[in-house]
């Protein structure tokens, strides 16, 4: 009993070792794992005519055979390892030891091969200590009937975790791998090149302050998938339907054959606080959504474009929003750039003047023409309001909210947007004193924030700074405290600076 609880737990170990080396490289994302390392070694260390004969029999199933081959190698040196355990410890740990120093030669040898390669195949090497001594340490136990109750459970627990682990860390890996595909295609695509040129003045330059253009990478992100979907533009469509004269489904051919219109947006989630940085301003290239519509032709009655994400996400905008004039695009380009997976590759939603939760639809896929009063969407479900007009919002980003600045002229500078309406001034009061204007820089339309800055001659002590803006017809932001439910924050923004 005791040698084939030996040989068992061997078995396991190395099993339980090989699952862990692959989830754990899916963890760190590396390019290969270790098992792969090895497998890729093994067939560009097979001779040359060895090689040729294994193909010349097994065709294309040379790599899985090399790959279940190590895994069975790896099998029978965990027996070894097993039956080695009690009797002579240390030859048994020298293996484990040669393993992976071996295994850690292969995984350096690879071209992506680096430190974190190494450190999973020591991992696993620890994980088959670390089962060995779990399963076997009771073997001595006196009373034989209970040291084994005990060993089974313990390897059932183990059998278990092995094929969970294993089984996660290969769905990862695909995962990983349909993400590097549709990352390649994105990058492959040829798509209009869109001048990404900041407007002059816009920027105005104010260290600390965050850019008027905000980069791709640097977009603020919001969405419920926990990974975006992967969709190749080849086969993505866009079904048009619901309460229309013609449905209509489009390609991304399609929509690249009917020009891409340029648009600097400014969108906005409406989870962002007063103060808060969940709003960003590029330039988005797509065609206008109103052409589309005017196309399949809207009938009597609907109010509602119900869009559905692939990942069956979904928000209804309204109609009206889409077609009375403004640049509502359905956006295959962010900043220049086919979109970011993260942002809606390959095609999504940008309406100006709509926060997001009602009208920015990632990765649509579907177009349902509507009515309001039929259905209820994703965050109106839970209690967000219907429509979502942005509201006029400034924000004081120099200095920092608790910041201590030096006595003297000191730059306060921020952003501020009224979407659709554009911004006409911002001003800034200290402790509740006096409005001062701002300096405000310019805006190519007015869907985009607009950078403010002034100068404060601050004296030693602690001051509250607040900004309010105005709109273009007027209206000033509203004092009143509103909280982002339901449908996006409203007051004053204000930061406490300490002068010395
Ligand atoms: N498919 C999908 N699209 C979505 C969402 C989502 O959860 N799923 N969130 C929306 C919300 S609430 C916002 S604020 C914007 C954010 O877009 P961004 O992540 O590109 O900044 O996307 C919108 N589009
Ligand atoms: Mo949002």
Known sequence: MTSRASIV????????????????????????????AVGQTVIELTPGPIAEGIIGVVGQA??????????????????????WWLPHRLRAFLLVTALVVLTSAAVLSRPYGGVAGVFVSVAAGVVVLGVLELLLRERRHVQADIARRSFIRTAAVIAVATVFVGAAGEVMAS?????????????????????AAVPAGADLGVTGQSPWLSTNRDFYRIDTALQPPLIDPEGWTLRIHGMVDRELTLTYQDLLDRGLEDAWITICCVSNPVGGDLIGNTVWGGVPIKD?????????????????????????????ALTDGRNALLALTMNGEPLP????????????????YVSAT??????????????????????????????????????GNGETVDAGMTTVAGVAWAQQVGVEGVEI????????????????NVDTWVQWTTQWDAEPGEHLIEARATNADGVPQTEEVADVLPDGATGYPRIGVKVT
Do not use: M
Request: net charge positive.
């Open 9 to 36: 737990s061997g078995v396991l170990a190395a099993a339980a070792a090989i699952a862990a080396g692959e989830g754990l490289a899916a963890l760190f994302s590396l390019r290969e794992s270790p098992l792969l």
């Open 62 to 83: 040379d790599k899985p055979l090399a790959i279940a081959s190590v895994v069975v190698a790896i099998l029978l040196l965990g027996s070894l390892v097993g039956r």
């Open 175 to 195: 995962r990983r791998r349909r993400r590097q595909a549709v990352e390649q295609v994105r990058a492959s695509l040829k798509l209009p090149s869109r001048s």
């Open 292 to 320: 589309i519509l005017a196309e399949v032709g809207i009938q009597d009655g609907a109010d509602a474009l119900l869009s559905t994400s692939d990942d069956g996400w979904n928000c209804g905008t309204p109609l009206e």
């Open 341 to 356: 997976i993260p942002h809606g590759f390959p095609v999504r939603q940008v309406v100006p003047g709509l926060y997001g």
């Open 362 to 399: 990632k990765w649509v896929v579907d177009w349902e023409i509507t009515r309001f009063a039929d259905f209820e969407a994703y965050w109106t479900q839970r209690g967000w309001g219907e429509r979502g007009p942005i509201k006029t919002e400034s924000r004081i980003d120099v200095p």
């Open 429 to 444: 009061r200290i402790d509740g004193g006096q409005w001062q204007k701002a300096t405000l820089g310019k805006a190519p």
